[in-house]
């Protein structure tokens, strides 16, 4: 009787293919004929979505984009944070949705506003916005249960050089990143794309906090690491829905988190900027589902 070849993960591909097994045909047969997602669901925890997951993601995702661009034209010197939250939610509610933030694991608030050195999850408050100001709005919505999520960093009148620069960076690494989302390239690769191009632009990329899978829960596997290695990690397959949100700073990496538990500041008092987008893997590449020009 002829002995059947078990492949191990990191194993080259009986199929003769030259790949590792996890990279090949692992992807489309087990020894139980598991579907691709199946599979992904059994090793990763990731959910596929299907055709009618992604056109409910795409619908609240328009609302996401709806209510940054109202929160763009809002911004301005004079304004609180506070402002702002409560035009987002009253936005979000008037659209037949919620505000994901609100309360979530005790979020007080129903947006995220981080402005200048505040990294992320800057809880809204009575802070007054001030010409040369940067501040990122982060809005998720959940709509007919599904979740979208994404967001923008602004300026606030007039904002000098340094501001520029780390916005324009923010910007150009979530472009990066997104460039190189299709099915065969590795989760490594956006993170590598992000790192070798923020890092080379003088700026530093947040490792503690990284993109993340979505979809009926807010946060879901696959976690997205913005640095990392090319050719690394889980192989990207149509269907995997996920958000990438580069956080980069001006000075270094580092940080600490106020007494809040929330806000995340940079811990050199740098400025810092994010963009943020959910997208889904195609067939031959990707789609955003909150979609806005970088």
Known sequence: MKEEFLAGRNDLCPCGSGLKYKRCCMLHQTAHDLSVAELYLKNYRIKLKTANDIVGIKKAGKLVVDTLRLAEEFVRPGITTNDINNLVHDYTIKNGARPAPLNYRGFPKSV???????????????????????????????????????????????????????????????????????????????GYMIQQYAEGEGASVVREFIGHGIGKSFHEPPDIPHFGRQHSGITLVPGMVFTIEPMVNSGKRFLRVLEDQWTAVTRDSSLSAQFEQTIVVTENGYESLTPYEL
């Open 112 to 190: 995220c506003t981080s402005v200048n050195e505040v990294i992320c999850h800057g809880i809204p408050c009575d802070r007054v916005l001030v010409e040369g100001d940067i501040i990122n709005v982060d809005v998720t919505s959940v709509l007919d249960e599904y979740y979208a999520d994404a967001n923008m960093t602004f300026f606030v009148g007039e904002c000098n050089a340094d501001a520029h620069k780390i916005v324009s960076i923010a910007r150009e690494s979530l472009k990066r990143g997104l460039s190189v989302v299709k099915p065969d390239n590795t989760i490594g690769d956006i």
